[in-house]
């Protein structure tokens, strides 16, 4: 069983900036690769970033060049960088934890709001 925590949501103006967290607990030695979702009211959750173990990443066409995901494995924690935040941005923020099994973990979110 793998636990994941988020936390670093909150309101921002439009052009500001916010970085997330995810902690992972548990059996993490399972997680080969962890990532970033967001779903917004009436949407569909859709995929912000990801890393691998090996450190590579893979981004959402909305976020290229304003996100960045990033990992400390010494702290089992997984961050997003969020720079040059849009109304659109505004969404619950979750963390997913993929492990080699197939099975999906996933945090609880974080609520990201971005006012004009």
């Known amino acids: 069983q793998v636990h994941l925590v988020e936390s670093g949501g909150g309101l921002v103006q439009a052009g500001g900036s916010l970085r997330l967290s995810c902690a992972a607990s548990?059996?993490?030695?399972?997680?080969?690769?962890m990532g970033w979702y967001r779903q917004a009211p009436g949407k569909q959750r859709e995929l912000v970033a990801t890393?691998?173990?090996?450190?590579?990443?893979n981004y959402g066409d909305s976020v290229k060049g304003r996100f960045t995901i990033s990992s400390d494995n010494a702290k089992n924690t997984v961050y997003l960088q969020m720079n040059s935040l849009k109304p659109e941005d505004t969404a619950v923020y979750y963390c997913?934890?993929?492990?080699?099994?197939?099975?999906?973990?996933w945090g609880q979110g974080t609520q990201v709001t971005v006012s004009s």
């Open positions: 890393i691998t173990k090996g450190g590579s990443t």
């Open positions: 548990g059996s993490i030695f399972s997680i080969n690769a």
């Open positions: 997913r934890g993929a492990s080699v099994v197939g099975y999906d973990y």
